[in-house]
């Protein structure tokens, strides 16, 4: 059987399996974190919408020796209700962090899962590709807000990639990109196709480098594209995989640079 024939899957309409597989999922680990020393539960909002109050699920990890002037990382995904394979990666991805927390020691990490709160309520509204400044969806002006608070050193976004079978990897930042190559290499990808797109200069319009102005510091974007033809299984196999090596190789790096 062909491997990149095997990975296709169309996975713009969840079918009600996979959605009640994401309230199953949330529940679980909102229980998890209950227990954790490390994982908590902590939704972002409200906000109100038709009359009634949301929230953007959130779950926010501490690792083992992480104090306030530990680095700050975000995780984005499910910026599209009708995709919901980027929103169950990290959900898994959390819930290892839950089981091995020396994953992320000395990091604050932030997993935002679920973007797309009003799904269907609201109808398309291209989430990933809204300005930060000045958004119209409520969920993204919550992220806008939450950002400007904690000051995050880093934006990690889930989103959707063309099918072309590869996964494309694009750093972004206001600064020099330099400095921020060695944060993946190509084994980190294993055995994944990657293609590498790097910008660097200007801030964007759109996407949370548009805050970069409001920020003290300039932060990084690195944006994980993910064919949207993949399956569930490989999706998951990808970003959870793929992710935690970028945690671990973000410590060594900062490891690395307080000793030069």
């Not at 993946?184 to 801030?203: H, I, K, N, Q, Y």
């Amino acid at each position: 059987m062909n491997t990149s024939s095997s990975r296709r899957r169309a996975a713009r309409e969840p079918s009600p399996s996979l959605s009640a597989s994401l309230a199953e999922q949330l529940a679980t680990l909102y229980g998890l974190a209950q227990r954790s020393d490390h994982v908590f539960g902590s939704p972002l909002g409200p906000f109100e919408h038709a009359g009634r109050a949301h929230y953007v699920p959130r779950f926010v990890y501490v690792g083992p020796h992480t104090s306030d002037e530990s680095p700050r990382l975000a995780f984005l995904a499910g910026w599209d209700h009708r995709d919901l394979r980027s929103t169950l990666a990290l959900l898994q991805l959390v819930g290892e962090l839950v089981a091995t927390p020396s994953v992320g020691q000395s990091l604050h990490l932030a997993f935002y899962p679920c973007l797309d709160v009003l799904g269907a309520e609201a109808g398309p509204r291209r989430l990933a590709t809204q300005s930060w400044t000045q958004p119209s969806a409520p969920e993204i002006g919550l992220l806008a807000r939450d950002a400007r608070l904690r000051q995050y050193h880093a934006f990690i976004r889930v989103v959707s990639a063309p099918a072309d079978d590869v996964v494309v990897l694009r750093l972004r930042t206001g600064g020099a990109v330099s400095s921020f190559v060695p944060l993946l290499t190509s084994s980190d990808v294993d055995p994944f196709p990657v293609r590498w797109e790097m910008e660097a200069g200007t801030a964007p319009a759109a996407g949370p480098l548009s805050l970069a102005a409001d920020l003290p510091f300039q932060p990084l974007d690195l944006e994980f594209g993910v064919p949207v033809d993949w399956s569930l299984a490989t999706c998951r196999e990808a970003v959870t995989s793929v992710l935690k090596r970028f945690i671990v190789r973000y410590r060594a790096f900062l490891a690395y640079g307080q000793h030069l």
